[in-house]
């Protein structure tokens, strides 16, 4: 069984004051329900967890009825950071649950292959992440204000979601993060703690997060196509 964790607690607040990111209507659905639509048309994925704020289940459970998603889902409260919320929606899965993709509702343009290709290496070689190889020349800067280091953009790629695994791999090694009382910044930096390799899956399409007012012209072009 693959089961999908779509996390969906986040308050998004470089979006502006007061506003939920996740509810704004894009290409005539709330990005949410985009997210959602593709996990829910994906034919490995069997049922879907949508980690939410809580308090917000009753207008979640709304999009999944206006939406007609045919997929069982459930509404699980998140927590306080993304690494607690991803603990929630891995806890207490079906017990002949296999694998877990992890994707974050914010990136409404990800692809039913996509989704696939992931669930694939993921069942061969334990964890794998949605991708994309830097096409930009990368610096470093060690004081924010001039270039300490030249980075080769050969070896750089920009990690997206999904982020998918077999169960026993995320859950040892988010149990690790949590022991060590450690923040990641994505759940497969959570791996390097206990050994465990993730293979790149390489995006071709753009799957870009909706984080600021700047995003949603270009997400309404992607989405309308």
């Not at 079906?94 to 409404?108: G, K, N």
């Not at 993730?198 to 309308?224: C, F, H, I, Q, W």
Request: charged content about 25%; aromatic content about 4%; overall charge negative.
């Amino acid at each position: 069984m693959t089961t999908a964790v779509m996390v969906a607690a986040g308050r998004g607040t470089r979006m502006g004051p007061n506003i939920d990111k996740l509810f704004l209507e894009v290409a005539g659905m709330p990005i949410v329900a985009h997210s959602w639509r593709r996990l829910d048309q994906a034919p490995s994925v069997d049922a879907i967890r949508v980690v939410v704020r809580d308090g917000m289940q009753a207008e979640f459970a709304k999009i999944a009825a206006e939406e007609g998603f045919r997929k069982p889902f459930e509404l699980i409260a998140g927590g306080k950071e993304r690494q607690d919320s991803v603990w929630n929606g891995l806890s207490g899965l079906a017990a002949d649950t296999e694998i877990v993709l992890i994707h974050d509702a914010a990136r409404p343009c990800v692809s039913v292959d996509l989704i696939e290709r992931t669930i694939v290496e993921a069942r061969r070689h334990g964890a794998a992440v949605a991708a994309q190889r830097m096409t930009d020349t990368i610096k470093a800067s060690d004081d924010g204000c001039t270039i300490s280091e030249h980075l080769d953009r050969a070896r750089l790629w920009s990690v997206q979601t999904p982020q998918t695994f077999r169960l026993e791999v995320i859950m040892a090694a988010m149990k690790a993060v949590r022991e060590r009382g450690l923040a990641v910044t994505d759940d497969t930096a959570a791996c390097a703690l206990i050994g465990q390799s993730v293979r790149l899956v390489d995006s071709p399409m753009p799957n870009p997060k909706a984080t600021s007012p700047s995003d949603l012209p270009y997400l309404e072009v992607l989405l309308g196509e």
